[in-house]
């Protein structure tokens, strides 16, 4: 029987974390910040601004997709179920109410099951960000059934159908599929389950829709020039490594790893770029064992014994983040404090990504915007960025960096 479980998910327990003040050590070329043990943090209240881009949107058709409200029933959409469900159902057969009048797209909701509707849509400049409305509901435990967004069969989005992601009511999501501009997609939502514990992933209102800004197509995404890549792949490109009682940094396996061997450290290595004024920093980030806060910095700059930074973190086993700055004379003022967000995975590679431009920063986890904050500190051109890796009691704390991206954007 295809069976329906609604759920209360467990309240999320806060990690309590602190920020830790450092002291600052210079190794050959790159920038190696070491930290003292924690001292405790200040804080403030998060000034979270979602603000306009400065450039003039630029809408080019109406591209959208059809039935994305799915009033039509099955028009368009190509339904796939292996147990042979309907996927795309009135009020009367689902357990939920639908976010917009009868219909809704009810997928999962069997044990071993696989689930898609899709349909081929056009990405264009004014409509390249996708809207849905979703209502996770699961009495599994994470890990076994997954709910995914697949553009032309490579997943975009995924996240576990599980009891600490339920919803309880609809949640609207944004995927950023700038990426496909100009071009027509698949566009697939899918669920799989496995053989017990029932999970249900229900869709409705999808729609591709314009975000704050565009690119405009005259300037380009990369005509400002600055371009930086490393998949690790080449054990010269550059990065510091070290091999002594307190650290590993190697190159791994075509990864960075940084491992602290004793508890209570926080570093940060940079390439040392020289970044323009409006950039964007990416790279794939796990911890194979320990876990601790990890993740990027960025605006960072020295001068002598002193720096300042941002530093985007995330810690999954409660699936928060943290933005916050440090000032060159030691002040660290939180920007965003420990936020829950499921986008962030516990036991896969996480896609971090912050995007820099004038004074505002976006943050993203997996391609999918989790805050957005302005801020005036650390702006211009100039500032360097990389990763950064903590011990706190869990050493030894392994991390292992892929894909370290700078890209300057308009
Ligand atoms: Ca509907
Ligand atoms: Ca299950
Ligand atoms: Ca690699």
Same mark, same amino acid.
């Given at each position: 029987m295809r069976t329906k479980h609604l759920l209360v998910a467990p309240g999320m327990t806060l990690a309590l974390m602190l920020i830790c003040v450092f002291t600052l050590q210079l190794f050959a070329a790159q920038t190696d910040v070491q930290a003292e043990p924690c001292t405790g943090q200040t804080s403030m209240a998060p000034a979270e601004v979602e603000a306009d881009w400065s450039y003039l949107p630029v809408q080019i058709g109406a591209a959208d997709v059809s039935n994305g409200d799915f009033e039509g029933g099955t028009s368009v959409w190509t339904e796939y179920s292996a147990l042979g469900w309907? =996927?795309?159902? $009135?009020s009367t057969i689902l357990p939920v109410t639908p976010h917009s009048g009868d219909w809704a797209v009810w997928l999962g909701g069997d044990d071993d099951e696989v689930s898609t509707i899709s349909q081929t849509v056009a990405i264009t400049i004014g409509e390249s960000t996708l809207s849905y409305w979703q209502w996770i509901d699961s009495e599994d435990i994470c890990g076994n059934d997954f709910g995914q967004v697949l553009i032309n069969n490579t997943q975009v989005y995924s996240i576990s159908l599980c009891d600490a992601t339920n919803t309880n009511d609809w949640v609207n999501r944004t995927l950023d599929l700038? &990426?496909?501009?100009?071009q027509n997609v698949d566009l697939q939502f899918r669920a799989e389950t496995n053989g017990n514990l029932n999970s249900n992933l229900f869709i409705d209102d999808v729609s591709l829709g314009q975000e704050n800004y565009v690119y405009l197509p005259i300037i380009g995404r990369n005509s400002c020039g600055f371009y930086y890549f490393d #998949? +690790?792949? %080449?054990?010269?490109?550059?990065w510091f490594v070290v091999d002594d009682s307190e650290r590993t940094y190697a190159y791994l396996n075509g990864e960075f790893q940084m491992l =602290?061997?004793? %508890? #209570?450290y926080h570093y940060f290595l940079t390439p040392d770029l020289v970044l323009p004024g409006n950039y964007r920093i990416e790279v794939d980030v796990y911890q194979p064992s320990n876990s601790q806060d990890h993740g990027l910095v960025f605006g960072t700059r020295q001068n002598g014994d002193a720096w300042e930074t941002y530093q985007f973190l995330v810690y999954p086993p409660t699936q928060e983040y943290f933005l916050v700055k440090r000032y060159m004379n030691g002040t660290w003022v939180t920007l965003i404090n420990w936020t829950y967000n499921p986008e962030i995975y516990q036991d896969t590679p996480n896609h971090l990504r912050v995007d820099r431009v004038g004074t505002l920063i976006r943050l993203y986890i997996n391609n999918v915007q989790v805050g957005s904050v302005t801020d005036a500190? +650390? $702006?211009? &051109?100039g500032r360097d960025a990389g990763l950064r890796v903590y011990s706190g009691d869990s050493a030894p704390v392994d991390t292992r960096f892929d894909n370290f991206r700078a890209t300057c954007l308009p």
């Open positions: 309907p =996927l795309i159902v $009135t700038s &990426a496909y501009i100009g #998949d +690790f792949s %080449d054990p010269n490109s550059g =602290l061997k004793k %508890d #209570d500190s +650390f $702006t211009g &051109a």
